[in-house]
């Protein structure tokens, strides 16, 4: 076989390979579409599910998913950037960091049941809370909290030496530099990385399954007091987010309608995945082309 | 660090010995700089001059398994005394980098960058501080109307008259420049190197450059370097009419380098 048999042969190798990549999702998102599709309705999503009838709908379960991500971007957006902030540029290369990192990139290879498992013993018995969003979302965020870390640091390595020599070079002291110059620079990979953080996290399960629990009181969305036990705000109420609902309904639903349901709920989580990767993509190219004034 | 009348060195090195771990990259370096003069640091890739430049200002510093010893006095100080305020150093010695590296922010926020974290917050001040800059390196007209672009929309030759203006804003005594045109076009080299001769009315400047032509041009004095060695330091018109070295005198007739 000559050489350029081969390259032709190659290039259609991997047209293929692509082109299977893109007809298994093009398949599965046509499936679940078709099946979740129907079954939505602004009354699916703003009734409250049932546990017996048919008809029940998704409104708190959508409601805790968006809330428990909201309380677990507010611990681990910090507490990662802050990480990665120090792994880039205040750790220095040696034995202690590689600890560091080895146990930042096992805890990001857990399987989320452990991380829900332990999440039980510590957030929701050790502590009596009981089944609690913030629980959940303390889980979640040993779940997110290495992505995080490892995006931080990539995206502030990803930033030209030039910058932050050039910074330095005018006096200006090392945290100045990071604030100033290196931070906004990275902005838009660590949003982005955020962002897709955020949709894994959206449609995490198992993790939630133990930590915030399988059930959710009765909410009064006008009961605006954090403190209060029927107001939505509460974060130390048990909640079951839209992923564990789809879980519960289809392992232990007493609803007649268990399939449609779980398709419409399912439609609803991947649209909001895709919401989330697409405003990621949007948001960072937006930003990116502001900074750099490309066109 | 008030400015000593006794003596015109500005930059007084002794002694200077680095090591990058094993790697002796400065030997025994002796060397004045005086003020208000060019200084151009010639010799080949690898010799040390770029080095040196950037013990300067402890740039160097940032290099892990660094060694620095010897002297190295800054109006009569020696920087590399640990208890040194990098800081303050580097307030009185800008530098300029081989490539233009504006930050990510307008021409504006570029310039006043220095001026505002050292301190200065009043409109009006730091205003004064960007448009006098700007007009030092003849960038001014250029972009007047447009000061709140982004600093990256300018041209090659424009974000590193920008960078040279920025470093100008925190008013230092020495400006040190490394290969600043070699990523330049030769219009936007030609502007630089009337920029050094003006500049140097008012500033120190030491200047790393691959071009002998260039430190022919622009400088009073000229050093060779060679395997981390400083061969030969003379006045300008000297090195290239009658260097006392034959090494020196192979390298800027093209015999190697």
Redesign the interface.
């Known amino acids: 076989m000559n050489s350029k048999t081969a390259d032709r042969l190659a290039t259609g190798v991997f047209i293929l390979i692509a082109t299977i990549i893109v007809a298994i999702l093009a398949g599965l998102f046509f499936y679940i579409f078709i099946n979740g599709f129907k079954n939505i309705s602004l009354e699916f999503l703003t009734s409250p599910s049932s546990n017996v009838r048919a008809g029940g709908g998704i409104r708190d379960q959508l409601f805790n998913s968006v809330y428990i991500l909201f309380i677990t971007m507010l611990i681990t957006v910090p507490l990662g950037i802050g990480g990665g902030i120090y792994m880039a540029e205040y750790a ?2 040696g034995k202690v960091t590689d600890l560091i990192r080895t146990c930042i990139e096992v805890l990001s290879s857990l399987p989320s049941i452990v991380i829900g498992m332990f999440g039980l013993l510590v957030f929701v018995n050790t502590t009596g809370w009981g089944y609690t969003i913030f629980g959940g979302a303390l889980a979640l965020t040993i779940f997110n909290l290495p992505t995080m870390v490892r995006t931080t640091e990539d995206a502030i390595r990803a930033v ?1 030496r ?2 932050k ?9 090392h945290w ?1 530099t990071i604030k ?2 290196i931070l ?2 990275a902005f838009p990979s660590i949003l982005t990385g955020a962002i897709l953080a955020a949709g894994r996290v959206f449609g995490e399960a198992a993790a939630l399954l133990f930590t915030a629990g399988l059930s959710t009181p009765r909410l009064d969305y006008t009961n605006w007091n954090p403190f209060s036990e029927q107001s939505p705000l509460n974060i130390f109420r048990p909640a079951e987010t839209l992923a564990v609902h789809i879980w519960s309904v289809n392992t232990q639903g007493l609803i007649p309608d268990v399939e449609e349901v779980s398709s419409g709920a399912a439609a609803v989580l991947v649209i909001s995945v895709l919401i989330f990767n697409l405003a990621a993509r949007w948001i960072g190219s937006m930003i990116h082309k ?5 066109k | 660090m008030a400015i000593q009348t006794l003596t015109r060195d500005i930059f007084d090195v002794k002694d200077l010995n680095l090591w990058y771990g094993d790697h002796h990259a400065l030997k025994d370096i002796h060397f004045p700089i005086q003020k208000k003069e060019v200084t151009a640091m010639i010799g080949p890739s690898g010799c040390g001059k770029s080095t040196f430049l950037k013990t300067l200002n402890l740039m160097n510093k940032m290099i892990p398994n660094v060694k620095i010893t010897g002297e190295v006095n800054f109006d009569g100080q020696n920087i590399l005394n640990p208890k040194t305020d990098l800081v303050e150093l580097r307030k009185h010695v800008g530098m300029v980098f081989q490539k233009g590296n504006p930050f990510p922010q307008s021409i504006y926020d570029n310039v006043a960058y220095g001026p505002r974290i050292h301190g200065i917050k009043k409109k009006k001040h730091l205003d004064e501080i960007v448009t006098k800059s700007l007009m030092d390196v003849a960038l001014w007209d250029e972009v007047k109307d447009r000061l709140n672009a982004p600093a990256l929309g300018l041209s090659g030759g424009q974000q590193q008259r920008l960078c040279i203006a920025r470093a100008l804003a925190t008013k230092p005594d020495v400006l040190l420049m490394d290969e600043p045109t070699s990523a330049l076009d030769p219009i936007s080299t030609l502007k630089i190197e009337e920029l050094i001769f003006e500049l140097k009315e008012k500033y120190t400047i030491v200047i790393v450059t691959h071009n002998m032509q260039q430190a022919a041009r622009v400088s009073d004095k000229t050093a060779f370097f060679l395997m981390g060695e400083m061969i030969e330091f003379d006045e300008t018109t000297k090195i290239f009419s009658m260097p006392k070295d034959s090494r020196t005198e192979d390298y800027i007739t093209g015999r190697f380098g």
């Open positions: 220095r290369p030209p030039d910058l020599e050039a910074s330095l070079a005018l006096g200006i002291t100045h100033t110059v906004p620079s502001r900074v750099t004034a490309s």
